[in-house]
């Protein structure tokens, strides 16, 4: 990869905030981490260490918020594939393409669920558990917010 591009992409992490970025081209794979912003790193250390812990929390607090259903969610949720970041959901890789995964597919943890766009960026969401897919929380082309279910599993 390019030294020029390099900086160039170095220097837009450092400016916007962003906490990490990865991009591959080709054979070429490269990761910059912000770890100058504050608030990015507690991100970065909660999906590094334990996505699954840290995303129950959020999961298990919108139930509380929604009165009606507060029982029924609960159990679910904390079977579920929540979002590692805010963006877009995309249930397929391109519009035309069959969905990554449907209600009933047997999922193995690793295996990508969705992608995610966030500042013109297609990042792979992958499921942290393994499960049978019950439903889908999270519609296609819906904005999604970090934490947020995206596949509810059984």
């Known amino acids: 990869m390019d030294l020029r591009k390099l900086k160039t992409l170095i220097d837009l992490v450092s400016e916007s905030g962003v906490a990490e970025l990865e991009i591959t081209e080709g054979e070429d794979r490269v990761r910059i981490v912000n770890r100058t912003s504050a608030p990015a790193q507690p991100v970065q250390s909660t999906i590094a260490i334990a996505p699954q812990p840290q995303a129950a929390a959020p999961a298990a607090a919108q139930p509380a918020a929604e009165p009606a259903p507060a029982a029924a969610p609960a159990p679910s949720a904390a079977l579920s594939i929540t979002s590692p970041m805010v963006g877009t959901f995309y249930r397929a890789p391109s ?18 669920i969705g992608i995610i766009e966030a500042m013109k960026l297609l990042n792979e969401v992958e499921a942290d558990q393994d499960g049978v897919v019950k439903a889908f929380a999270a519609e296609n082309g819906q904005p999604v917010e970090f934490g947020q279910p995206l596949v509810i599993l059984e």
Do not use: R, S, Y
């Open 95 to 112: 519009p035309g393409a069959a969905p990554f995964i449907e209600v009933g597919d047997h999922v193995k943890k690793g295996q990508v």
